[in-house]
C-alpha cells in the first residue's frame, strides 16, 4: 500500500510464474524501474539474469515485510563492484 500512496503501479504476484509473466509484461511495455521482494527475486533467478545486462528494466530486490534476507545487499553488491571495479561494501574484515 506504500507504493500506491507514492503513485507507482504495484503488480501482485504471489509465485514465480506470476512474477515471471509480470516482469515480462512490464519489460516489454517500458518500465523503467522494478521493485520484486527478495523472496521472490531468490525464485526467480533466470528472469533476473535475462535482464541483468539490459539498461531497462532496472529489476531491484528489496526485503519484504519479513524483513532483509541478504540477497538485495548481496545483488547491489555485485552490480556495484560491477559498475566501480571494486566492492566498496567490503569492511575491513572483509564481511
Known sequence: MGFKALGLTVE????AEKAGFAI???????TAVIFVTEALAEQIPETLERYKSSMLPAI?????NEGSRGFA???????????????IFV???GE
Not at 24 to 30: D, N
Not at 60 to 64: E, K, Y
Open 60 to 64: 531491484i530486490p528489496i526485503p519484504g
Open 73 to 87: 545487499m548481496a545483488n547491489l553488491s555485485q552490480n556495484v563492484e560491477k559498475a566501480v571495479g571494486v566492492n
Open 24 to 30: 515480462h509484461r512490464l519489460a516489454r511495455e517500458g
Open 12 to 15: 501482485y504476484a504471489y509465485d
Open 91 to 93: 569492511n575491513e574484515e
